[in-house]
């Protein structure tokens, strides 16, 4: 087996990415569902035996690679089912097999994810409109009594969102990039509903324990749920919209 030394991360040039590409390869080898694929990628360079790029698999790497990813990227944004906003991902995240395109696309947004049975996402783009999330609105989510149904536990995270579709959390002035069911000093409604101001600026009323900060400019929210009950995995629970509840400052 060739020996494949640290490859130290820098930017997103194509060597780079085929030289960490094929380390992984090499300290974890691929289950033998792969080989099909793999003999296919021998011809650019990809294999965990593989040695350094020749002068043509260079050439062709340098020439396609950020094409390729703005392909994937534009894709990932429609790999999904869209309702009242939000996006859920299809049943096999998490387990992909073969299904090498979905993989991508989720590796794109958030690097990995878990199978369903242990917790499901949603990820709102939009308000219930269809418009994009921005910061320099006010909203709400208002999350009924009992849900989202889940044996374990929920949150709903807030992540500014950059050009090219990477997610990160924002500074704010109380360090609260999540708000959930163990979040301290909730306020619900009298039938036990939950109301979630998503706003920049802190509520001046008993709605500061229900407040989860926003970024400035477009933000993306993602709702998990761990051990989620059936209705969640079936389709019968979707998360309301988030509300619009006032216009540009």
């Known amino acids: 087996p060739v020996r494949i030394g640290l490859v130290a991360p820098r930017s997103s040039d194509a060597e780079t990415f085929v030289a960490v590409v094929n380390q992984v390869l090499h300290d974890n080898p691929p289950p033998p569902r792969d080989a099909p694929l793999l003999e296919k990628l021998k011809s650019v360079g990809i294999g965990p035996n593989a040695g350094p790029l020749t002068p043509g698999q260079r050439k062709q790497w340098h020439g396609h690679i950020a094409a390729a990813r703005a ?147 477009d933000f993306v929210l993602i709702a998990r749920a761990y051990i989620p009950q059936p209705e969640m995995l079936d389709g019968r629970f979707h998360y309301p919209g988030v509300e619009l509840v006032s216009h540009p400052r």
Not at 82 to 111: K, N, V
């Open 71 to 217: 392909r994937l990227l534009s894709a990932s944004k429609h790999f999904a089912t869209r309702i009242l906003g939000w996006e859920y991902p299809p049943a096999d995240i998490g387990d992909f097999g073969t299904d090498y395109r979905a993989r991508a696309e989720t590796a794109l947004r958030g690097i990995g994810a878990n199978i369903p049975s242990e917790m499901t996402y949603a990820v709102a783009f939009a308000d219930e409109s269809g418009a994009n999330l921005n910061g320099g609105l006010d909203y709400r989510l208002h999350l009924p009594a009992g849900t989202p149904p889940a044996h374990g536990f929920w949150s709903i995270s807030i992540y500014e969102a950059s050009k090219d579709g990477r997610l990160f959390f924002g500074k704010n002035p109380i360090q609260r990039y999540s708000i959930g069911d163990r979040t301290k000093g909730l306020v619900r409604n009298s039938d036990g509903s939950l109301d979630i101001s998503i706003q920049k600026a802190r509520p001046g009323d008993r709605r500061a324990g229900n407040w989860l900060p926003i970024p400035a400019d």
